[in-house]
Each structure stands twice: as structure tokens, then as C-alpha cells.
């Protein structure tokens, strides 16, 4: 009898949101789907940031990749490191040896944060980018309120109680926000030698605003809210120092100023996964300055029909005035079409459409009541901007479960003004005040 005939198939590198809904995307098709991320877990890296400060706990943002694609029978999650992809071969390597044969490929690796060239700068102002970021900052940051209860001078607590946030983009924002709200109200009265809302957030940003690519009304509103929530903003400033205990920024007219600080955290700057310059390598394909790979109208590399780049990692162009950003529904999009189109070639329909993003829109949150939304041109601010933020992130949670507990407990922070989850897991790797 004749051998069954081998189904396609199409190896996915990368469980964020673009990986993810590609391999949702082909639950129907007639291929085999193999999942490969170097964690077993989805993330939800937007309210990453109310994990670093306490909000939330890792379990609410995030799901197990097996829980959540454990119906989809076409489906397998392999945990592993791509170190090397060989597109003429057709062929992926594990960093533990494996290899992996595919007939589609879609690379969805993500991107980290860019220090401009100052890579020694991330063990002192560390980025948010993973479940790992958000549990370290939180450990900093309650770490030197507790450090500035035990300070031997007013010099020293003073440099406990100054947050230094680098970069005025989303994250930033809403970091700078978040931080200010746990000092000045949910660890009021918790300190007995010094009172946390005397606590000093600055917020650094490069630009004349803050929230750049937002309209200039709403940039202006977000500079407002956050000064309201005592956020004081260098604007049009740069960073060229980051010490263990301060932070030298330099101004337009030429001015330097040195900010003690005993935290420093970085929301400035996107670099691509290093698979970007390894494709970039393997296929000639360009690459922009953050190493992103660029694709063609249909989301794949020039000369490699079978191989897709996808999300952060893509640098797309095409009918477009800039290329599209690093966002979430970004990748969502670019991973259901390259989901479809894989389909119709597996199934021998022609696919002639070419990638279209269809903006939603964007969002950012400052504080309680306060955040931006520009949707389908429609702009947005204050309490209606907020309530609709907190809609539109619940309903992006990929688990149910998870969008429940979220719910919860803002309804209890909201309530209480208390962030419950602020526990420091890292007591071994504390800093601890001089004495």
C-alpha cells in the first residue's frame, strides 16, 4: 500500500502576538504546525509595566503556549533557542543540536531594548520586556523605598527616592505614572522615617514631547497629566551617562545635569531580535538601524517565497508613509495573513492580495482617569480615553481566566488604591544602602 503522503509543514518561530495568531490562523489548514519559543508561556507585554509596580501579578499577563493551543490538533509547542536558520535547506537549528525541517517558515522573534550603542548601561537601567524585566524592576523599585528607610543621611534618601525613567514613548509614560501613584498613594503610611510621596519621578525624553507619534494635543495632555501626578519631564534632553547612582543628562544649549538617582529605568530604543542579522546574512535581505528584515508585499524576504517575517522583527514599507510600527495589532494582523496565505498554497488557491495593515488606532494610559486614545482619527482623552484603554486591553487577553482575574483586580486597585502584588523576589540580588 502507498505511504500517506507528508503534510506541509510550517514551523513558527516565536509565541508572541504575531506567532501566535499565525498558528491560531491555520488551525483549519491541512499542515502540520510547530511552535518554537524559547519560553513555554504567551505574554502579554502591555501591562507588563503594572507588573513591575505592583498592580499585577505574572500570572495574570501571561498563559502557558500548550494551555492555550491544546485543542488545535494540528499543532505542536516545542520549548527551544533557534541559534541558526538555513533558508536554502530549509532547515532551523536548536541551540541544543536539533534540527528542524520546515516548508514555511514565519519568524516572529520579537525585538529587545536599543541602548544606542552604550550596551553597559542595561545592568543599571534595565528595559521592560519580559515577565523576568517586569519581577526585577518591581524589586528595585520597592527595594529603594526600602533602602530610603534605612538611609544614613537626607543625601542618600533623597537618591533612594529619585526613579529616572529614560524615554517618554507608551512605556515610559505609563511607567513614570505608575511609579508616581505607588509613592504618593498606595505605600502612604507605610514608612515610618520618611514619607514615600516625597519621592522624586523624572521622566526623560529626547523630543520636545512626550508621547511622539500621538498628536500634539494629546502629547500635550499627557505632559499635563503626568506633571499633575508630580512627574517632572526633561524634555528635548538626552541621556549620555548612567551610573550606579545617578544619571547625567545632556540638554540643547550644551548644559549637562547630574540626577543622584537610585533607580534608573529604560523605555527608550527598539533593536531587533538577533535573528535579523542572521536572516539578514543568509538572504542579503536589508535591514534598518534597529535590524529589522525587509519584507516584501506579502510579508516574506526577497528570492525565499517560504520564508515570512512577522512582527517586530518586520520592516514594512510598502503603501505605507512609515514603515508600520512595533505594535501588538501589528503582528496580529501580519500573523493571520501569512497564516492565509499559506493556506490557499496548501490547498492550490491563488492569493493575490497583498498585506494591508488597518490601523485601530493607538492608546496609552498615564494614571487613574487619565490616558490618550486616537482611534480611526477619532481623539480621545481623560475618563472616556481611560475606560475605553481598560476595554480594549481586557479584550486582548488571549485567556479568559486571565481577563477575569485582571478585571478583579483593577476593580480592587481602583477601590483601594492598593497594588497588592508588590513583592520583592530578588532579596539576594537587592542593593543594599552604604553604610
Not at 499585577?56 to 520549548?79: C, D, F, W, Y
Not at 507608551?170 to 514608612?191: K, Y
Not at 531587533?272 to 535591514?287: C, H, I, N
Not at 481623539?379 to 478585571?407: D, S, T, Y
Request: charged share 25%.
Amino acid at each position: 500500500m502507498d505511504e500517506p503522503k507528508r503534510r506541509p509543514r510550517v514551523v513558527v518561530i516565536g509565541g508572541g502576538f504575531g506567532g501566535l495568531h499565525a498558528v491560531r490562523s491555520l488551525r483549519k489548514a491541512a499542515v502540520d504546525v510547530t511552535l518554537i519559543d524559547r519560553r513555554n508561556h504567551h505574554l502579554f507585554q502591555p501591562l507588563l509595566y503594572q507588573v513591575a509596580t505592583g498592580a499585577l501579578s505574572p500570572a495574570n499577563i501571561a498563559a502557558p503556549l500548550r494551555g492555550l493551543l491544546r485543542k488545535q490538533a494540528n499543532a505542536e509547542v516545542l520549548l527551544g533557542e533557534v541559534v541558526d536558520i538555513d533558508p536554502r535547506a530549509k532547515q532551523i537549528s536548536l541551540r541544543d543540536g536539533d534540527l528542524i525541517d520546515y516548508d514555511s517558515l514565519i519568524v516572529a522573534a520579537g525585538s529587545s531594548h536599543s541602548y544606542f550603542g552604550h550596551d553597559e548601561w542595561e545592568p543599571l537601567a534595565p528595559g521592560l520586556k519580559t515577565i523576568e524585566n517586569a519581577t526585577a524592576i518591581r524589586g528595585r523599585v520597592l527595594t529603594a523605598f526600602e533602602n530610603a528607610e534605612r538611609a544614613k543621611s537626607e543625601d542618600e534618601r533623597r537618591r533612594w527616592l529619585t526613579f529616572v525613567i529614560v524615554g517618554g514613548g507608551p512605556t515610559g509614560v505609563e511607567m513614570a505614572g505608575a511609579v508616581s501613584e505607588l509613592a504618593h498613594a498606595t505605600l502612604r503610611g507605610n514608612f515610618r522615617r520618611f514619607d514615600p510621596a516625597t519621592a522624586r519621578v523624572v521622566l526623560v525624553e529626547g523630543h520636545d514631547r512626550v508621547l511622539p507619534p500621538f498628536a500634539a494635543k494629546l502629547s500635550e495632555y499627557a505632559g499635563k497629566a503626568l506633571e499633575k501626578l508630580q512627574v517632572e519631564l526633561i524634555l528635548g534632553a538626552h541621556v549620555s551617562q548612567v551610573a550606579a547612582d545617578h544619571v547625567q543628562v545632556n540638554h540643547p544649549d550644551g548644559t549637562e545635569q547630574i540626577i543622584p538617582a537610585g533607580t534608573v529605568l529604560w523605555a527608550a530604543g527598539v533593536q531587533a531580535s538577533p535573528l535579523g542579522k542572521l536572516l539578514a546574512e543568509k538572504t542579503g535581505a536589508a535591514t534598518d538601524r534597529s535590524g529589522r528584515i525587509a519584507v516584501g508585499p506579502h510579508l516574506t524576504v526577497d528570492g525565499f517565497d517560504d520564508l515570512y517575517v512577522i512582527g517586530d522583527l518586520a520592516l514594512f514599507t510598502h503603501g505605507v508613509e512609515q514603515p508600520l510600527p512595533a505594535l501588538a495589532p501589528v503582528a496580529m494582523q501580519q500573523g493571520e495573513f501569512a497564516a492565509r496565505r499559506i493556506q490557499s498554497q496548501t490547498e492550490g488557491r491563488a492569493f493575490d492580495k497583498t498585506f494591508a495593515y488597518d490601523d485601530r488606532g493607538t492608546m496609552a494610559t498615564i494614571g487613574r482617569f487619565k490616558a490618550v486614545a486616537d482611534i480611526k482619527g477619532m481623539k480621545f482623552r481623560g475618563p472616556f480615553a481611560w475606560l475605553v484603554w481598560l476595554l480594549v486591553h481586557l479584550m486582548l487577553i488571549v485567556q479568559f481566566e486571565n481577563r477575569l482575574l485582571i478585571l478583579l483586580q483593577w476593580a480592587w486597585n481602583y477601590c483601594t488604591r492598593n497594588r497588592s502584588a508588590r513583592l520583592i523576589t530578588d532579596y539576594e540580588h537587592r542593593v543594599e544602602p552604604k553604610s
